[in-house]
């Protein structure tokens, strides 16, 4: 059940969360990574993003439940958005993990939950 920090999440910020935590499966998320990210996230929603606040929640949160908040903030994504719009990010979230021409175990799973909650084949 999200908490009701999720259900405030507008889409650019909870976007903003599923794509990052995707980028941080593999280790670590670099500013270039961050920066495609919001660059995406600009073209494709408008909702503000505060974008120091997201991040230093994202920095504070246990590496041990990323994959909870990950869940969450997809089960609110879906609530908020379109079919269009939950095409458009997992088509860019592949991208994501495959930057690097690789996809870890880690990654692998977030983007099969991500496109199971979602009904994506």
Not at 52 to 75: G, S
Not at 85 to 108: C, P, Q, W, Y
Request: with cysteine.
């Amino acid at each position: 059940m999200p908490t009701q920090f999720i259900k405030k999440m507008n889409k650019t910020e909870a976007g903003f969360h599923i794509l990052t935590l995707l980028s941080l499966a593999d280790g670590e998320i670099h500013t270039a990574e961050t920066n495609v990210i919001l660059e995406f996230l600009n073209d494709h929603f408008n909702d503000n993003i505060d974008l120091i606040k997201e991040q230093a929640f994202l920095r504070a949160l246990p590496h041990e439940e990323y994959e909870t908040h990950f869940m969450e903030t997809v089960e609110h994504f879906y609530t908020v958005s379109t079919e269009d719009e939950r095409h458009t990010i997992t088509r860019f979230a592949m991208d994501v993990v495959m930057a690097d021409e690789s996809l870890g175990k880690h990654e692998n799973t977030l983007i099969t939950k991500l496109y199971d909650c979602w009904d994506i084949e």
